[in-house]
């Protein structure tokens, strides 16, 4: 009796856009340093033809030269506007001046410090990407970028595994502040649905009274329809 075929394995093909091999050729170091809030906006507006392929220092000449390659460009030196191309740095936190306000958490783009509210805070050398962005909002200006690849600098002084990791980081809190937004979201509006309830279940028995429960509810209302068009917004960006 003959062996019965063995089923051929189903592969799936991923077709990647543009601005996805764009994205690809970029350091991920999420620093805003080109002009636009992340990596992939500004792979999107490379391809849409707003922006110039030169504005990504962190990626240096070697960055140009890979992005012209794949756009079809021409080489051109990294725009002064956005930065200079450099050694790579490390942000390092003075934990002795340090307050624990958080502000420097919630600027990291690749959650590479650690910390909690009134407590020191620590950078992760290994995750660090070397952005900047902690610095400018530290009210006691206790950070500071240290250089740690010496003369090495854009793609000379980062690699691929690092940025795949980084953009993984990225990725991870960006969708991690999403679900925390629309879960603190989801309980307002079960707040304020409980209290139009209970305005709606007060007793009304002089015409000032019953102004007053109508000023209350038009408050609660007016406050769901903002949320709910906040939402709204939130959801189409």
């Known amino acids: 009796m003959s062996a019965l075929p063995r089923p051929l394995a189903v592969t799936h093909a991923v077709t990647k856009t543009v601005a996805d091999q764009i994205e690809d050729l970029l ?3 999420q620093c805003t340093k080109c002009g636009y809030p992340a ?33 079809g460009r021409k080489v051109i030196p990294i725009n002064p506007a956005n930065g200079v191309e450099r050694p790579r740095p ?4 003075d934990e002795s001046l340090c307050i624990g306000c958080t502000l420097c958490i919630q600027a990291c783009p690749v959650d590479a410090i650690l910390g909690a509210a009134k407590q020191m805070h620590t950078i992760l050398p290994s995750l660090c990407t070397g952005c900047d962005l902690c610095v400018a909002p530290c009210p006691v200006d206790c950070i500071s970028m240290i250089p740690v690849t010496g ?4 793609w000379d002084a980062w690699s691929q595994e690092a940025a795949d990791a980084a953009r993984a ?13 629309e879960e603190n979201e989801a309980r307002l509006a079960a707040k304020a649905l409980e209290k139009m309830r209970a305005v709606t279940a007060e007793a009304a028995n002089t015409p000032e009274e019953l102004a007053e429960k109508e000023r209350k ?21």
């Open 27 to 29: 350091p991920q170091t």
């Open 151 to 154: 003369e090495a600098t854009g």
């Open 39 to 71: 990596c992939r906006p500004y792979a999107e507006a490379i391809v849409r033809g707003e922006a110039e392929i030169n504005q990504c220092p962190p990626g240096g000449m070697e960055g140009v030269r890979r992005l012209a390659a794949a756009t």
């Open 169 to 181: 980081r990225h990725d991870f809190r960006a969708q991690r502040l999403r679900r925390e937004r």
């Open 217 to 237: 509810r038009a408050i609660i209302a007016a406050a769901m329809e903002r949320a709910r068009q906040k939402a709204a917004g939130t959801d189409q960006n």
């Open 90 to 93: 490390v942000a390092f936190i």
